[in-house]
């Protein structure tokens, strides 16, 4: 005979039980990280300090390392973070300026950018590339038994090259062989933080329609009992379906500079419906941060926001979702809990609550607007075509849905050979490149300078269109105003220190300032007696040459050449006395 046992369990025990279950998918929605503290050291001899962190925002990216402070000068001590082998080195007008990347044994890479001189005999094989290459800009790949390193060893000097605004070390930690990027805040470096993140504002969407359709409900948060609260306590939507965003930024201990969090997780009822973790990101994946901002908000000048649940057009990569989406979904008129819990690399955390009910539904503001507009969805391969023009969106260019509006007039610049078209708006960002085509209104004879240009406010991008038949392509990364110009103006070349027939003996440096009415050069080359010369072009400003064992006493004749976007060259000879 079958012995059944019938166990009954009371709502607090159940209430219990269902606790410990969300308890343990709340530990399981981001695990925590087993990365190696202790094996690197502080890379900067200064006092320690950082001037930003990972994750921080960025205008088209998350910032990827740690912005070291370097007691507000140049030339402090950079040292290797650990044993290893210099692997590459690169040089660029903007970005890294002077960089240097180790690999080390565990299967990580470091990186320390902005740089000045490096030691000795890395600035030696450097200079010796850079003439064989016949190029000052550089990414060399340097065979790792060439320059070994020892942990606490010197490799530079701290500098302000490239795209810095002031003196400091970029640091970053990254997967060698997947060259993701790893927050350098989980390896224990010794910078003190027990202040959780700061809590500014509380964004609720629509998400019945495009993020990029509305202006979220913006609600200021202040702190009462150790946590967040909105300045409505209950809030009523008239949506059935809603996400959230925040406003928020973090700080270390005895620091007053605002940095970027963590992550953040968001609780429905008590359940992780959704959340972001800024842990390792790639450089492929970086300008994904503008579908995990609102995007239009801060570009009309509004804050920053991050949503907690991600565009329907961005991938998973820093979100995790639960079940959903990370949309919440209103299906009664009863009151529900929400929890948002912030935290820093150091698990230190701050907590927002508050409740929301759906309120009446107001089914008018979905209808279609009646005006001229096609709907973009991101997932596909999205076309605008018309007489004269032709946009092409791929599918992975939008992160949300767009009600895609165009217009065109007659361009007032007497060089234009089109429409001016204008093409949705710049305050919607694209996430690659997409393609324009435009047709000319009339094409001037025997003229092959011709240029597409795009303007929105006072940002203006050009680039050198292809031909095919009677259209004109180019690719852009952002909406704005397009029109084809021909640009006939070649370069200014301005020289600073040096004169035909000039004597240079007590000079030590020769700077040529080049200019374009379109604001784009191509290509720069000078040559000291038939042969190339390095002109440093830091940060894309000035061409410097600083004078060395390359230009020895005696007569030279030193030619600069100079190209714009459009093709158009200009060349300047210089006879000068050493």
Not at 213 to 226: A, D, E, F
Not at 406 to 423: E, G
Request: charged share 20%.
């Amino acid at each position: 005979m079958l012995n059944i046992r019938i166990i009954t369990l009371h709502k607090p025990f159940l209430f219990f039980c269902f606790q410990i279950f969300f308890s343990s998918l709340s530990a399981q929605l981001f695990p925590p990280k087993n990365y190696p503290k202790g094996y690197f050291i502080y890379p900067v001899q200064a006092k320690i300090g950082l001037a930003a962190n990972f994750g921080e925002l960025r205008p088209n990216h998350f910032h990827m390392g740690l912005d070291c402070r370097t007691d507000q000068k140049e030339n402090a001590g950079i040292i290797a973070a650990a044993d290893g082998y210099i692997a590459q080195v690169k040089i660029e007008p903007g970005g890294f300026g002077r960089a240097i990347y180790i690999n080390h044994p565990n299967g990580l890479t470091t990186l320390y950018a902005h740089l000045n001189n490096f030691f000795p005999a890395l600035e030696k094989y450097v200079k010796e590339q850079q003439y064989k290459l016949e190029s000052w800009q550089v990414f060399l790949n340097i065979p790792p038994n060439l320059f070994p390193v020892k942990q606490g060893e010197f490799i530079a000097f701290s500098g302000n090259t490239g795209g810095s605004q002031g003196p400091h070390l970029h640091f970053e930690i990254r997967n060698t062989k997947t060259d993701k990027v790893i927050n350098p805040s989980l390896f224990g470096f010794p910078v003190p933080d027990n202040v959780p993140p700061t809590l500014i504002r509380l964004a609720m969407y629509d998400r019945c329609i495009s993020t990029y359709s509305q202006i979220p409900k913006l609600y200021p948060l202040k702190k009462l009992h150790n946590q967040y609260v909105p300045s409505t306590s209950t809030i009523i939507t008239n949506t059935d379906r809603v996400s959230f965003g925040i406003s928020a930024f973090d700080r270390y201990t005895g620091s007053a500079n605002p940095n970027g969090i963590y992550e953040a997780t968001i609780y429905f009822d008590g359940m992780p419906m959704a959340g972001f973790q800024l842990d390792n990101i790639s450089y492929n994946e970086t300008r994904y941060m503008n579908a995990h901002i609102d995007y239009k908000l801060k570009t009309g000048g509004g804050p920053y926001v991050q949503h907690l649940s991600r565009l329907p057009g961005s991938p998973e990569g820093v979100y995790k979702d639960v079940e959903t989406d990370g949309i919440i979904y209103l299906e009664d008129d009863s009151v529900h809990q929400i929890k948002i819990e912030v935290k820093d690399a150091y698990d230190n955390i701050s907590i927002l609550q508050f409740t929301i009910r759906r309120g009446q539904i107001n089914e008018n503001k979905y209808k279609k607007d009646s005006s001229e507009t096609r709907k973009f969805s991101p997932g596909f391969v999205n076309v605008f075509d018309r007489e004269d023009i032709q946009v092409i969106l791929g599918e992975n260019d939008l992160y949300d849905s767009i009600n895609f509006f165009y217009t065109k007039k007659t361009s007032t610049i007497s060089k234009s050979i089109s429409a001016l078209h204008t093409v949705h708006t710049a305050v919607v960002p694209v996430h690659s490149h997409f393609t324009i085509r435009l047709k000319p209104v009339a094409l001037p004879v025997g003229s092959d300078k011709i240029i597409m240009q795009r303007t929105w406010g006072s940002k203006m991008d050009v680039v050198k269109p292809e031909t095919d038949r009677e259209w004109y392509s180019g690719k852009f990364r952002e909406f704005g105003n397009f029109q084809l110009l021909v640009d006939s103006l070649p370069p200014v070349i301005s020289p600073i220190g040096i004169r035909d027939n000039a004597s240079l003996s007590r000079a030590s440096q020769i700077i040529f300032i080049i200019t374009d009415n379109m604001k784009k050069i191509k290509y720069f080359r000078a040559e000291l007696d038939g042969k190339w010369l390095r002109f440093t072009n830091d940060k894309g400003r000035s061409f410097i040459y600083r004078f060395d064992e390359k230009c020895p006493a005696g007569n030279h004749e030193l030619k600069v050449s100079v190209e714009d976007e459009a093709g158009n060259q200009t060349t300047k000879m210089y006879r000068f006395t050493r």
